[in-house]
């Protein structure tokens, strides 16, 4: 552990309680240099986190942190930014957090366009409640409630939120830690509804069910399969079938919401409901 | 120009035997013990590259680099 840990983390919560090689680990450890180049003061951080393995992570970072229920980080993180605008306000789900209870939540979040970075930890599984499958699971995949497979197609959460409207949208991984920093930097220096998607590893319950035994396999898998934007523009649709693009997916400059309904407020109280 | 060299330490107490580090690492500095946990066994090969503090799930390595002289 280095200065960076010590000053970012709740010292006494530590060792966390994720499981061996897990993704969640890496994932806070990335997020905390984000924090560290940034500059933010501790106390102009807000970390607002829902329900399952990866909303564990408000219990570690030391800031303004709020842990909120299942599927409804984002609509806490609403009300946070609303009311104190000055705050940078982070929001950590999980993928059944973010598309199955709380997916509502997410596109209205885009949709607004409302200045908040929210970071998607996409393992494709429901961790905490032992593997069950959630909306990211891949067809033909494994889970708990899908001991023959799965026959549901997959969301897409990085093309969900830019077709909701989120005006920065990125993906990474678990494994490529130091373009993650990178990728939540800018998401964050970015005004408006930013996404990151990192597609991360849970060994457990869905390496164990799906031929990727450790955590090393589950990294190995992300190393073979992620493509960086780059690359990706000099491949073939065949080529890209079975792998996924990591990088900056989209970028806007659109209106940001407090800074909209500010607006509407100084607006009406100059007297001008807008009706003419 | 004279070869840097880093110094490792892994905190055995909260390693989790997870292997990453084991991997990951592209000189293979580390090797496991018998409860599987990360032993720095050539430290002499370390480029300093960071790989392992980066990737390690439970913040347990350490790498420094040795002032000479
Ligand atoms: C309202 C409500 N419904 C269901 C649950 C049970 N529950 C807890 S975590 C979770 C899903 C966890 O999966 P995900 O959001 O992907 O997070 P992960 O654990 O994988 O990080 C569920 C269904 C709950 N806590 N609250
Ligand atoms: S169940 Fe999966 S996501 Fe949860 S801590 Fe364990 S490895 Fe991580
Ligand atoms: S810094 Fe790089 S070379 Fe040195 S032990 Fe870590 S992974 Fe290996
Ligand atoms: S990566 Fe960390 S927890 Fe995993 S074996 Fe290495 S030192 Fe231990
Ligand atoms: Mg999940």
């Known amino acids: ?276 | 120009m004279a070869k840097k060299n880093f110094g490792i330490t892994v905190d055995r107490k909260i390693c989790k035997s997870c292997g990453i580090c084991v991997a990951f690492c592209p000189v293979s500095v580390f090797t496991t013990d018998h409860d599987d946990k990360a032993v720095v066994t050539y430290p002499e090969k370390c480029t300093g590259c960071r790989q392992c503090e980066l990737l390690c799930p439970d913040y347990c390595i350490d790498v420094e680099e040795i002032a000479h002289g």
């Open chain 1, 1 to 276: 552990m280095d200065a960076t840990h010590k000053k970012y983390l709740r010292m006494n919560k530590l060792p966390h309680i994720w499981c061996p090689g897990c993704g969640d680990g890496t994932i806070m450890g990335s997020f905390i240099r984000a924090i560290d180049r940034l500059g933010y003061d501790k106390d102009d951080v807000a970390a607002v986190s829902g329900i399952g393995c990866s909303g564990r992570i408000t219990g570690y970072l030391d800031f303004n942190t709020l842990h909120t229920t299942h599927g409804r980080a984002l609509a806490f993180a609403t009300g946070v930014k609303m009311a104190k605008p000055r705050l940078k306000v982070f929001v950590f789900m999980g993928d059944g957090d973010a598309t199955a209870i709380g997916g509502n939540h997410l596109i209205h979040s885009c949709r607004r366009n409302i200045d908040i970075t929210a970071i998607i930890f996409n393992n494709n599984i429901y961790g905490m409640t032992g593997g069950q499958y959630s909306p990211t699971t891949p067809r033909d995949k494994y889970a708990t409630t899908a001991p023959y497979g799965t026959t549901d197609p997959h969301f897409d959460i990085a093309k969900l939120c830019i077709g909701a409207g989120a005006s920065y949208v990125a993906r990474g991984t678990s494994y490529h830690a130091k373009m993650l920093t990178d990728l939540i930097v800018a998401g964050a220096e970015h005004k408006g509804f930013s996404v990151i998607e990192i597609i991360t590893h849970c060994p457990v319950n869905f390496g164990r069910r799906n031929e990727l035994e450790t955590p090393v396999d589950m990294l190995l898998w992300q190393k073979d399969h992620a493509v960086r934007m780059a690359k990706a523009e000099k491949m073939t649709a065949d080529e890209l079938a079975d792998r996924f693009i990591i990088g900056e997916l989209h970028k806007a400059d659109i209106p940001e919401y407090v800074e909209e309904y500010d607006r509407l407020i100084e607006r009406v109280q100059r007297g001008d409901t807008g009706r003419g």
